[in-house]
Every structure is written in C-alpha cells, then in structure tokens.
C-alpha cells in the first residue's frame, strides 16, 4: 500500500514568498489525513493537487499558524457540496475555539464531528493508528502526533507449505491470515511478522524525550527546525527547536529520515539542512509541494520527491462546484 507525506506548508509563524504555514498531508492508500492547517492551507491544495476529499485533520496546537486556515476550508468543503462525515481531532480546548468561529463556516451539509484528545490517546483506524504526543511549547497544552501501521506478517516459504501438503492459490492466503490449514500451522511455514511503517510529527516543540520515545526507529520523523545553531538561545526561549538539535534527536531514535519543517523567514532552509546533516546524514528541508515517498523497509529508503518530480497519482478532489 502506498505512504506518502505531501508538504502543504512548511514554514513557520509567518508565511513567505517561498513557505506556507504549517501543513502537512499524509497519504496512505486511499486516506487523506491533514495534520494542522495554517491560514492559506486551502489555497496551498488548490495551487498543488486541488482541494482534496480529506478524512480528517488533527491540530497540533492552537497558535494561530497551526489551524487559522480551518474555518475557511469547512466553508469550501460546503460550497463543494461534500457529503461525507469530517472529524477534526486536536488538544483540549479544540471544541472551545471551534465554537467561538462557528459564525465562519456556520450551518455544514455534512457531519463535522470535534474530538479533543488526551496526551498518549490512540484513534484506531483500519490498518493503522495515530496516536498523540504530549510536547514541549509555549501553550497549555501541544502535541505531536504517530502514524503507525499495524504489523504485517511474515514472508510464507511457498515450496515449504507445499511440501507438507498445502496446494498452492487460496489456501496460502489462509495461513498467511494465521489459519491453520491441512495440519500445517502457520509458524511451520511463515517467517516473523515484520513491523508496520512509522511517520512521527513532532508540531511545534522544544527538544523532548516523549518525541525521541515515540519515534524510534520511525522511518520519517518530521521535526520542527524552526531556527539554526546561533539562535540556539532563542530557540530555548521559545520552546522552538535548531536544526542541529532535531538532528541529534532523529539520530538518537534511529529513524530512515528526518524531514525538517516549520522554517523561519530567516533561512531558505539549505542552510538548516547542511546544518542537521554534520549530525545526521539523512536529512532533508523540503520545500512546499514535495513529497516524500514511503516505501516498505525491504523495498529501499524513504525518498524525497521534489515538485514536479511525480509523486504518484494525484489524491481525489472534493467535487467542484460553483455556488450560486
């Protein structure tokens, strides 16, 4: 199954010529997941891969770079005549200031459900879950947030199975379901299970330890790097991290690739990137519109797919339709 993370927006506090506020669209087969959506984010789609038929949007936290863009996209999602149910998911407080801009996007056409989420809380969903992440930010209360698959099983030895007397076709499928079949259980004949893909969002937030746990061994963290080495001091003060200290975390926790985003108007990001990079080799400052493909371990590394470049199939578009 396909996994990809599309950059909508990787900038930070203030959006550029260059950089969107903070965006980032995570897909997986045919799920469109959107983690936060800054003032622009709706514009960001429309000039990429279109204003797509999203499943749900998860909010970090409530500065307003991070889910400012929320209320004028419910609305579009009306005009376009959606009918679907939309969770949004977020820290508590989501259903508080969801209801105080109520008046923006006013009466919906479909279902909106709001869920406040507790630090460490699981949404289980088929094939997968996120789970979120208590961080370190100047807010009462921050998260980032795991993409985790479940686990898959292991590879069936075929000449194996057929020599104990299992016949080649559906029956296969059945031992690899954990079924028994023919006498023949499915540890004779099947390898370990092999572990699900895993990105980690770390939202905004100082150096923590609840991120360094939660993405071992992840095969893309993507970290905020909102400054680079000399502004280390204001980094602290702001509970914002460097590039070199997202790198020495990435590197701490093992993970395929880091990604840093949330990008101060300061740098175009090459910097912060060779930064990151004396530290930790697999780095990458993507731009707004890249994405990163997410193979199987066994089917090569995560790789960085500039605009442009093709990504794979575009996602579904919401149904466009003029309002009257």
């Not at 909508?8 to 260059?18: C, I, K, N, Q, Y």
């Not at 770390?202 to 746990?213: I, K, N, Q, R, Y």
């Not at 949330?262 to 740098?267: E, G, Q």
Request: glycine share 10%; proline share 7%.
């Amino acid at each position: 199954m396909d996994l990809s993370i599309f950059f909508v927006g990787t900038g930070g506090s203030t959006p550029s010529a260059r950089r969107g506020l903070p965006a980032t669209l995570i897909r997986r087969g045919g799920e469109q997941l959107l983690f936060d959506c800054g003032e622009g984010t709706q514009r960001q789609l429309v000039r990429s891969i279109g204003l797509v038929d999203l499943d749900c949007v998860l909010i970090t936290h409530f500065h307003a770079d991070h889910w400012l863009g929320l209320p004028g996209m419910l609305k579009s999602f009306a005009l376009r005549e959606r009918e679907r149910p939309l969770s949004v998911y977020g820290p508590p407080g989501l259903k508080e200031i969801m209801g105080a801009v109520r008046f923006i996007y006013g009466r919906l056409p479909y279902e909106l459900e709001i869920v406040e989420m507790g630090p460490a809380e699981t949404i289980a969903r088929d094939g997968y879950a996120v789970a979120s992440i208590p961080v370190r930010h100047r807010t009462n209360v921050a998260y980032g947030y795991v993409l985790a698959e479940d686990a898959r099983p292991g590879h069936l030895d075929a000449e194996l199975a057929e020599r104990l007397g299992v016949r080649p076709g559906p029956d296969f499928g059945r031992l690899q379901r954990g079924e028994v079949v023919e006498g023949v259980h499915p540890d004779q004949v099947m390898g370990p299970r092999r572990e699900g893909r895993k990105i980690v969002l770390s939202g905004d937030t100082a150096p923590c330890e609840a991120v360094l746990v939660a993405a071992h061994a992840a095969d893309v963290l993507i970290h905020e790097s909102t400054f680079a080495e000399e502004e280390a001091e204001r980094a602290r003060q702001t509970l914002h991290s460097t590039a070199p200290q997202a790198a020495e975390l990435a590197r701490g926790a093992e993970v395929r690739m880091l990604a840093l985003t949330h990008i101060s108007t300061r740098y175009a990001g090459g910097e912060l990137r060779e930064q990151a990079r004396l530290l930790f080799a697999a780095t990458e400052a993507p731009r707004d519109f890249d994405t990163i493909e997410v193979p199987f371990p066994e089917r090569g590394e995560p790789q960085l797919l500039r605009r442009g470049q093709g990504a794979g199939a575009a996602p579904r578009a919401s149904r466009s339709v003029d309002p009257a």
